[in-house]
């Protein structure tokens, strides 16, 4: 029972980080309906700025609260990896959004390939470390055969954090003005135009809130595993696009949903089964569900417009 309740609080900790960037997928999905492989390359992108941040602000600039250092770490990666957002939108897809379709994927896969060279190239190709943040835990109970099931702090301040902006995102996409552009666009962007909305604006600020949802994941990463590499995009870039496809792209409950449970299914195979093919568990999970549920678990079935 110990071993269970140790790895349920491990697998929503991992499921958190995927949450969080499964939202940005499903955002700019459902908005221009592309998939923005790029995606985890940001990701991976804002937990390198997250992670120099923090040692200029540790290091040069002597703030020694930890708390205050993750607070100024996580609004300078936010505005950074934004900033990193809005620009690939104007110069890899805007371009290409009256192309045909393939044309923004391949630019996507262009932009991700870049992104990883790039921070190669400038950062090198070695596993970036940084100083060990927050080791406190909360030892909740110990077992009869004395294994104790702990909580850390930077676990309940991961999960925290995960409830927090999937509220607050639900919020601005059902009660806002910026909102209700995004349905607009979401339902015929032409009709959206017509009606005046500003229709190239939404989308760059659907492309800036994501990135600055992958920054706070990126953080979040950075914080729990305390060491970060170029090549940290992919997989869990991958693993988030799962988790969106899984909980119904298109529905921000449903990306942390799929989230929750690649994680846990991940954690829980690992300890059980064998880690070697946990992502195996994961996928196939996947197809599972797909095949009885095509448009996932919360999504809606797409109607075609004749």
């Not at 140790?6 to 939202?23: C, E, K, P, V």
């Not at 990666?77 to 192309?99: D, F, K, V």
């Not at 988790?243 to 846990?264: E, F, H, K, T």
């Amino acid at each position: 029972m110990e071993v269970f309740a140790q790895q349920l609080i491990n697998g929503l900790t991992l499921g958190s980080i995927y949450g969080l960037i499964a939202i940005g997928y499903t955002m700019v999905f459902g908005i221009i309906g592309m998939i923005n492989f790029a995606h985890g390359d940001v990701f991976m992108l804002s937990a390198f700025i997250a992670l120099i941040t923090f040692l200029i602000v540790t290091t040069w600039l002597g703030i020694s609260s930890i708390a205050l250092a993750l607070l100024i770490v996580l609004i300078v990666a936010m505005a950074l990896t934004a900033l990193w957002g809005w620009s690939i939108e104007r110069i890899a897809y805007r371009p290409l959004r009256g192309s045909f379709r393939l044309a923004p994927l391949i630019s996507a896969i262009g932009v991700s390939i870049f992104l990883s060279n790039f921070v190669q190239v400038v950062q090198g190709a070695r596993n970036k470390p940084t100083p060990p943040m927050m080791r406190d835990v909360i030892t909740l109970w110990t077992g009869e055969n004395g294994y104790a099931v702990a909580l850390s702090y930077k676990q309940i301040i991961i999960m925290l954090t995960t409830v927090v902006l999937l509220a607050g995102f639900w919020y601005l996409v059902q009660k806002t003005p910026l909102g209700r552009a995004q349905r607009a666009c979401e339902q015929d962007r032409k009709m959206a135009a017509l009606l005046g909305i500003d229709v190239d604006r939404t989308i760059s600020l659907t492309f800036v809130l994501g990135a600055a949802l992958a920054a706070v994941a990126g953080t979040m990463y950075l914080l729990y595993y305390g060491v970060v590499s170029f090549s940290d995009g992919f997989t869990p870039g991958v693993k988030a696009f799962t988790a969106a496809v899984l909980g119904g792209i298109g529905s921000l409950p449903g990306a942390v949903l799929g989230g929750l449970l690649i994680g846990l299914i991940e954690t829980f195979w690992s300890a059980y089964f064998s880690i070697e093919y946990k992502d195996v568990a994961a996928f196939s999970i996947l197809a599972i569900v797909l095949i009885f549920m095509p448009s996932g678990i919360l999504g809606r079935p797409e109607v075609e417009k004749v």
